[in-house]
């Protein structure tokens, strides 16, 4: 249960894939009467969105692995508390670069829950932070675009499951990051 209301804003776009999200985002208003959505539609606009946060958006839908994530951080946006350590919080106070994190997932990861969750908490507790999720096999054409230069990458992260080890996924991103790589 939320202690407080929420608006959650819905970018809806002209893609089937958006109605989707609306439909998933009234599946979780009919659970709670506390999530109240904001829908915004724009036919010229990209993939859609679900805003929780000025500076937390998802690209990708809340649901499956990624759905207790998403429900642990609507709760502490509504005023229940942080997962973060106090020394966390602390330092964050002194955070003052402003950062864009592009959380790139895969419905199926058993790991990338905890990824959303870290970076949820972040994104909530640092006005400096900005971090989108994206469900990459929605979203092949933002990467396509990503790739093509539309967007600057200076720093990768790529985080390999210890577990698992390299996979064929895996393999495929590394050769895509060295396309972009500049003599």
Do not use: W
């Amino acid at each position: 249960s939320l202690p407080r209301s929420l608006v959650l804003r819905v970018k809806q776009t002209s893609r089937p894939f958006s109605r989707i999200f609306r439909t998933v985002i009234e599946q979780l208003v009919g659970v709670t009467d506390k999530l109240q959505p904001l829908y915004e539609f724009d036919a010229e606009a990209g993939d859609p969105f679900l805003e929780v946060k000025g500076n937390l958006r998802y690209f990708s839908l809340p649901t499956g692995l990624e759905l207790a994530p998403f429900l642990q951080t609507l709760r502490i946006l509504s005023g229940g508390g942080s997962r973060l350590s106090l020394r966390t919080l602390k330092r964050l106070d002194s955070f003052l670069i402003p950062t864009r994190l592009e959380i790139f997932i895969s419905p199926a990861c058993p790991h990338c829950p905890a990824l959303v969750a870290l970076c949820s908490d972040l994104a909530l507790a640092s006005s400096y932070l900005e971090v989108s999720i994206v469900d990459v096999p929605g979203h092949e054409r933002f990467i396509k675009n990503m790739l093509a230069g539309v967007g600057g990458i200076d720093i990768v992260m790529l985080v390999i499951a210890a577990d698992e080890g390299i996979m064929p996924q895996t393999v495929e991103a590394i050769q895509q990051l060295n396309g972009l790589a500049e003599p």
